[in-house]
């Protein structure tokens, strides 16, 4: 089994950046997607952007241009960065990954994986992140 520890929210004035990541430890050789979400105070969780199993990244259209996500291989961390943050950034930031896929199917962007919530088998508790104008 994988655990997941998010790292470096805060608070930051609109415009500025954060660098999140998240370093997992565990069961680490079976990850298919990585992903983060965020979650809004009464909305529901959103897919942020990830890797694939394939190695691709993709992005939300609400953070394109704006966050880049990559990977430490040697030491499996994801990492977020967010540059130009707005106001709308402000939720709890969550990682995620894929370690169980079916058989014969690699999980991929371009197949419709890895954008939903419900193809992460393993999460982590969360960093806040507050944008404020």
């Known amino acids: 089994q994988v655990q997941l520890v998010e790292s470096g929210g805060g608070s930051v004035q609109s415009g500025g950046s954060l660098r999140l990541s998240c370093a997992a430890s565990?069961?680490?050789?079976?990850?298919?997607?990585m992903a983060w979400f965020r979650q809004a105070p009464g909305a529901e969780r959103e897919w942020v952007g990830g890797i694939d199993s394939v190695g691709s990244t993709d992005y939300a259209d609400s953070v394109k241009g704006r966050f880049t996500i990559t990977l430490d291989s040697a030491d499996k961390t994801l990492n977020l960065q967010m540059n130009s943050l707005k106001d709308e950034d402000t939720a709890m930031y969550y990682c995620a990954q894929k370690t169980v896929r079916t058989p014969d199917v690699w999980p991929q962007f371009s197949g419709g994986h890895c954008r939903s919530s419900n193809d992460y088998d393993a999460w982590g508790q969360g960093t806040q992140v507050t944008v404020s104008s």
């Open positions: 565990g069961s680490t050789s079976r990850t298919y997607c």
